[in-house]
């Protein structure tokens, strides 16, 4: 009955949890002619830094009040704030040349207008939960008339017009500001797209459309423009300020850009464009244009890559197992042969060497047995996040569109998965003999996560200090602690009591008092080289996508390639699985029962090469724009997710050792 009563409390936990969730954007909103738009302005990023600071860090107009719009757990996280802006916008009615603010900047303003534009910082804005974005279009080397276009999300602040190279072979580099944006706001009327079902009681009522418009297309054109005002300038006139500088519809007189000088200052007029086009898009194919897939060939390329490797790895497996082990296993289980023939046949075995004569060491409890049951449990808490993940982002549920929910998901599954953590890490620590049952539970429940708060506390301290909106508010950090406390710790202990009653495994062989002697081994069969192979085949089965991952952090782009991942995850699973078998079976013929840890070390040695691979691309990427902080913010969090990795590919390499080792064992007569 107490059983019954935990499982009701867990699931009404897991009920209550699911329905705290919400995912935005999925719901289309109409607007009717002349209702207002709100643009909403969010974060300036670069990919030249890892820091992302608040829009209005810098002094560009605001309005009288700015309202921080509300968000949800993983865009808090993220930090994807969004704010009021003094932008002006109504469902189909164009507006050139609004005046937004007259502002006068002092030395030290401009020159952080300059800092930002080096850097190649983009301001960041949304509408309707679309992100502003600018199109660029792209020849190819070997077609030069066939050209690419792409959406750039954000728009430059600045950049540079021109240098300066002085007797002295100095160079000064000018830059301008963009204070003027054309937004062209594409829609699609809705009654020519969306009709209500009709009515079950009344078959013949005519169909009842949506009215208004649809927001399909938010697009942004920078310009720099020194603007000049006609007469006295005034600010109750804005937003419809007279200039010298525009003409009619968009059009503008002669005119010089607007410099950034960090040694004067200066005066900026902003001004900005409404434009309102007609578009045949669908409001359900809105999100097309910015997760266009434009190289497919090369993740169809990398599959084929991981799919010629994994049947490599298979062939060899499948010899092991139908020529070696079989014959093995027929020559030890023989039972027609006479007694004498026995008895010749184990003296034989004893002049044998293999893993036939190391069966009574093989199962030999390893040091810091504890340990490894814990890592193994919280691996497949991880194994299991990330298959639920990557399910749910197959099907569309972690779509870009709504917002923060890959966040969201990522930290739901984890906490659920709770449950495997504790089950896996009870069932190794029957086997290990364990007696501090509690401090292995405890221990599965919090040292990943305690690790994991320490590194994500360190950073957030050194992003606040920096002023960048990277930072979580303490109130986020300690709202996720509480979840984990209320929802992962609890499923973790309610795991490792369905583990702790459960039968324990059993071995096949019984291990001998008096540990076996390990011969000589090769330079080929020790722990480092073994980890060096054995992370270097699945590290070629994901690097590329791995690039992309990582090419999208860097240039701020959506990431929404999840069937290749997927596909390219299996696989990687898969091809780590199979050379840590063969791996093990070769130490295992070598006479080294030690394979506990080794197993999980070598599969984990992928996570190594992730990391070089993360640092060599930081510095590819990075150039010039290379600074401490921005260092220990990449690698913190990449050190954080390769820790995770090794912890995940190192589960699977040593489960697969465990059952085969199980399965082979269990398979040979031993007196």
């Known amino acids: 009955m107490t059983s019954r009563a935990v499982v009701i409390f867990v699931l009404c936990l897991l009920l209550g949890s699911a329905a705290a969730f919400y995912l935005p954007g999925v719901a289309p909103r109409t607007f009717r002619k002349n209702q207002s738009v709100n643009i909403k302005v969010q974060t300036l990023t670069s990919p030249e830094s890892q820091l992302q600071f608040d829009f209005y860090q810098l002094p560009f107009c605001r309005p009288k009040h700015v309202r921080d719009l509300p968000e949800n757990l993983g865009e808090a996280l993220t930090g994807d704030k969004a704010h009021t802006s003094g932008f002006v916008a109504k469902m189909k009615k164009n507006a050139y040349c609004q005046t937004l603010c007259k502002r006068t900047y002092t030395p030290k303003q401009m020159e952080e207008f300059q800092d930002f ?56 580099e000018h830059y301008v500001l963009n204070n003027h944006l054309r937004f062209k706001i594409k829609y699609h009327p809705a009654a020519d797209e969306m009709a209500d079902k009709p009515d079950p009681n009344n078959p013949d009522a005519a169909p009842q459309y949506m009215k208004g418009n649809l927001i399909v297309g938010f697009e942004v054109i920078p310009y720099s423009i020194q603007h000049k005002e006609v007469g006295k300038w005034n600010e109750t006139c804005a937003p419809n300020c007279k200039l010298h500088t525009c003409a009619s519809r968009g059009a503008f007189t002669p005119h010089t ?75 030890y289980n023989e039972t027609h042969l006479t007694d004498e023939e026995k008895a010749q046949q184990q003296q034989d075995l004893k002049e044998e060497s293999g893993w036939k004569l190391i069966y009574g060491d093989v199962f030999r409890t390893p040091p810091m047995a504890g340990l490894l ?6 691996g497949m808490q991880l194994l299991f996040m990330a298959l639920m993940t990557l399910a749910f982002s197959c099907l569309g549920f972690l779509s870009p569109s709504n917002r923060g929910s890959l966040m969201n998901a990522v930290l739901l599954f984890f906490f659920l998965s709770g449950a495997f953590a504790g089950y896996f890490a009870a069932r190794f620590c029957q086997i290990f003999k364990e007696e501090s049952k509690l401090k292995i539970t405890m221990l599965t429940a919090l040292s990943f996560q305690g690790v994991c708060s320490v590194v994500f506390f360190i950073l957030n301290v050194i992003v606040w200090t920096e002023g960048s909106s990277n930072a979580i508010p303490l109130g986020t950090f300690v709202a996720v602690l509480a979840l984990s406390f209320f929802i992962s710790v609890p499923l973790t202990f309610f795991g490792a009591y369905l583990g702790f009653r459960s039968e324990p495994f059993t ?96 599969g984990g040695a992928t996570s190594w090469y992730m990391l070089a691979y993360g640092a060599y691309h930081y510095v590819a990427r990075a150039h010039h724009a290379i600074s401490l902080v921005s260092s220990v913010i990449y690698f913190g969090y990449l050190g954080v997710i390769c820790y995770a990795f090794f912890v995940m590919t190192g589960t699977v390499g040593f489960l697969t050792c465990f059952t085969f080792l199980k399965k082979i064992y269990g398979s040979v007569k031993i007196d």
């Open 507 to 602: 071995f096949p062989t019984r291990t001998n008092a008096i540990p076996r002697q390990i011969p000589p081994q090769k330079w080929y069969l020790h722990r480092g080289v073994s980890m060096l192979v054995g992370g270097l085949l699945p590290f070629g089965a994901v690097f590329v996508e791995l690039f992309f991952i990582l090419s999208s952090i860097w240039q701020h782009r959506f990431y929404y390639f999840f069937g290749f991942l997927s596909l390219v995850f299996c696989i990687l699973l898969l091809i780590c699985a199979e050379i840590c078998l063969v791996l093990c079976y070769l130490q295992l013929c070598a006479e080294d029962y030690k394979w506990w840890w080794r197993s999980f070390f070598v």
């Open 257 to 331: 850009p607007q410099m950034i000088d960090p040694k004067k200052g200066g005066t900026v007029i902003w001004t900005y464009d409404i434009e309102w086009q007609k578009s045949d898009v669908k409001w359900a194919s809105r999100w097309d244009v910015y997760l266009n897939m434009t190289d497919d060939k090369v993740h169809w390329f990398s599959i084929i890559n991981s799919v010629v490797i994994l049947v490599f790895l298979t062939a060899i497996v499948g010899m092991i197992f139908a020529r070696v082990l079989r014959n093995d296993l027929n020559k």
């Open 117 to 172: 534009a080096i850097l190649d910082y983009r301001a960041n804005m949304r509408l309707d939960n679309l992100p502003v974005a600018q199109i660029a279009k792209y020849a190819y080397d070997d077609q030069p008339d066939k050209t690419i276009q792409l959406y750039n999300l954000g728009f430059p602040i600045g950049s540079k017009l021109h240098e300066e190279v002085h007797s002295d072979d100095a160079v000064t």
């Open 373 to 378: 049951a814990v890592y193994t449990g919280t």
